[in-house]
């Protein structure tokens, strides 16, 4: 019996010592973090030391340009910024899940950018996949989205909002109303809320926390004879009748 034990604890101690000799695959969320922020600081210099350090040759990534870039393309990417631009992006409310040769990190990205004194904010979420292969953890895939915020509002004359006001149909028996009260300019379609156009600049407008513009088309003696309602580049036109 003494043999059969002391020989069960040298297999055990023979295995302990063949899994301690194993290279490590765990990574935690914190390391993670350290690693991606390490990406980010190197951006303003155009140091791509890290980003050739964390990216696997076989990555896939896509950015909030809508590029898809290989790690080739995403390293050329990062160059210094022109003189008299500064800038930093700050990672915070992350999440992660990790699990044996696979970690996922999603977070915000606060970016800062100064332009000749001039400051610009920007706010993106991404996603990296990292994978523990060949040894290391390396991120195998990645996305960025940016958050959409609406632009400065701009100064109008509310005197030619008159101007604007009327029924403009997009389809017969599909029309909508612009409508003001003097100081506010609105646009409703058939029972629907009414919508408070803020302006931005001449003849264009947007609304609060809703993509795109609506600009007023001007024809002949600079009468508005349409409504354009701009998205991602592409326009609906709706024709006055009103």
């Known amino acids: 019996m003494r043999k059969l034990v002391a020989a069960f604890f040298a297999l055990g101690l023979a295995l302990l010592t063949l899994l301690s000799c194993q290279p490590k695959r765990d990574i935690t969320q914190d390391e993670l973090i350290r690693r991606t922020q390490e990406l980010f600081d190197a951006v303003a210099a155009g140091d791509q030391t890290p980003w050739k350090k964390y990216f ?134 058939a029972d629907r809320p009414k919508d408070n156009l803020i302006p931005e600049a001449t003849d264009i407008f947007f609304r609060k926390g809703v993509e795109g513009r609506i600009l007023f088309r001007r024809a002949d003696k600079d009468k508005v004879d349409a409504l354009i309602d701009r998205r991602n580049n592409e326009d609906v036109v709706w024709k006055r009748v009103k």
Not at 136 to 165: C, N, T
Request: aromatic residues 10%.
């Open 56 to 189: 696997a040759d076989d990555c896939m990534y896509f950015d909030e340009k809508g590029r898809n870039m290989n790690k080739a393309a995403l390293v050329a990417d990062i160059t210094p910024l022109p003189a008299g631009y500064s800038g930093s992006i700050k990672i915070g409310k992350v999440q992660s899940h990790i699990d044996r040769h696979v970690a996922i990190l999603s977070y915000d990205m606060d970016e800062t950018e100064t332009i000749f004194g001039q400051n610009m904010t920007a706010r993106y979420h991404a996603t990296d996949t990292w994978m523990h292969r060949n040894g290391q953890w390396q991120i195998v895939a990645g996305q960025v989205l940016r958050y959409y915020e609406d632009p400065a509002p701009g100064k109008a004359d509310s005197a030619k909002f008159a101007e604007y006001v009327g029924t403009y149909e997009l389809s017969p028996g599909n029309t909508l109303t612009i409508s003001t009260d003097g100081k506010l300019l609105y646009r409703q379609r």
